[in-house]
């Protein structure tokens, strides 16, 4: 059963294509997050789903009905906004309980008995008699939460639920909302334009550029087989490097880690290209084996992150962050060999470009600068 069907959805402000042409099934019980830069469309889209906003074209079915003409408050959908927006002159049990009253019609017991029952589940019973302004940043998101799980609705929708909340709330709240939505057996949908927050409570994501899903996967296939070198630099933290390369003559190419030669499979590659490899995938120190990209660089910043360090190294004309455990301890200013597994580098057609492949895939081989190194 697929719980949000979105069909062809265009939506513009003027002469702004806020969306254009969006497609997108969202399967019942799903979490789905929809990731992107400022701008790329995500609330456009959330706002659409709740019938808040309409489409200029395209169509939005619920549970298999098209919800075109069915305003905000009879679609089965309740939503939490950015800044929460709690009544401040109602407390949290009165902020829960008037959509319950005047939204669904229920009586003004059996919408206390539902708001105590949320509550206790989450945790807050001891908020309920609180106004918004008397609770801190984390206790208000919790309860714009319980407001909106109270509603029981069949699909709860979050525009950047975490904002504005300390790294430690942050973390143990993104966990917790997921669980929320999931025991209530609800489909969820999560706007951010944070990929950890994406990565960490989505099973899948829909990555947004300029209007349109440019990537639609799994945590693990955008972190893997990210589509463009776009989704690529998204996703993962620290991000991939990304390191133009450009072709000298057939058969060769400069790159940050020195010439590197293709063979005939790598024709289809045409212009210059992006090489993108991941933080954790460049090592420090001699290679381990002959098909290794190699190079030498300096070290120009380290930082501490836990147990692992972050590694900036100046390779003349382009800067590789590299993850180490922080029991290696390469010195500031120091020169360091670094290199990377071929079956690591990603190679896009271009800065906007699509992936081409895997550097090992495409027959690109640095045997020659290994040789020099
Ligand atoms: N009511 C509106 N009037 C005019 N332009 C709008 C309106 N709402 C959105 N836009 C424009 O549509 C585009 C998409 O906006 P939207 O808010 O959906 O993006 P977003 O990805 O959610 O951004 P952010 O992360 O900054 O909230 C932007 O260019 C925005 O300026």
């Known amino acids: 059963m697929t719980a949000i069907e979105l069909t062809n959805i265009t939506k513009r402000f003027g002469d702004v294509t806020a969306l254009d042409g969006v497609t997108l099934s969202i399967r019942d019980r799903e979490n789905l997050s929809i990731l992107g830069p400022s701008g790329s469309g995500k609330s456009s889209l959330l706002r ?18 098209d919800q075109s003409g069915v305003p905000a408050h009879q679609r089965d959908v309740s939503i939490v906004f950015q800044n929460f927006a709690l009544y401040p002159h109602l407390s949290s049990l009165g902020n829960i309980t008037l959509g319950l009253r005047h939204g669904l019609g229920l009586s003004k017991q059996e919408a206390e008995t539902r708001a105590r029952e949320v509550a206790s589940r989450m945790r807050v019973e001891e908020l309920l008699h609180r ?25 709860v929708l ?11 709330l942050h973390i143990s709240l993104r966990a917790e909302i997921h669980q929320l939505i999931s025991q209530e057996g609800a489909t969820g949908v999560t706007v951010t334009h944070d990929q950890q927050d994406a990565m960490s409570m989505a099973d899948r994501i829909a990555v947004m550029d300029n209007g349109r899903i440019v990537q639609l996967g799994t945590p693990d ?14 996703i993962g933290a620290p991000p991939m490097n990304l390191l133009s390369s450009v072709r000298t003559e057939s058969g060769a190419m400069e790159t940050a880690y020195g010439r590197v030669s293709t063979d005939v499979s790598s024709a289809a590659l045409t212009g210059d290209v992006v090489l993108g490899v991941r933080p954790e995938d460049v090592r420090l120190g001699r290679p381990e084996h002959g098909n290794a990209w190699t190079t030498e660089g300096e070290v120009i910043l380290v930082e501490p992150n836990g147990p692992l360090r ?37 190679v896009f057609h271009g800065p906007g470009g699509l992936r081409a492949g895997m550097a090992s895939e495409l027959g690109l081989t640095a045997a020659a600068l290994s040789a020099a190194v």
């Open 48 to 65: 659409i789903i709740a019938g808040l906003e309409h489409p200029d074209e395209g169509t939005v079915e619920l549970d298999g009905k």
């Open 221 to 234: 296939e955008l972190y893997d087989s990210p589509v463009s070198a776009f989704v690529a630099g998204f």
């Open 131 to 155: 106004r918004p302004k008397a609770m801190s940043g984390g206790q208000r998101q919790r309860i714009a939460l319980a407001r909106a799980l109270a509603r029981h609705a069949g699909v």
């Open 310 to 346: 972050t590694v900036h190294v100046d390779l003349g004309g382009s800067v590789l962050l590299l993850s180490c455990r922080s029991a290696e301890r390469p010195q500031l200013h120091s020169r360091v060999a670094v290199w990377s597994d071929p079956e690591k580098i990603h």
């Open 158 to 168: 979050l525009d950047e639920p975490m904002s504005g909340l300390d790294a430690q």
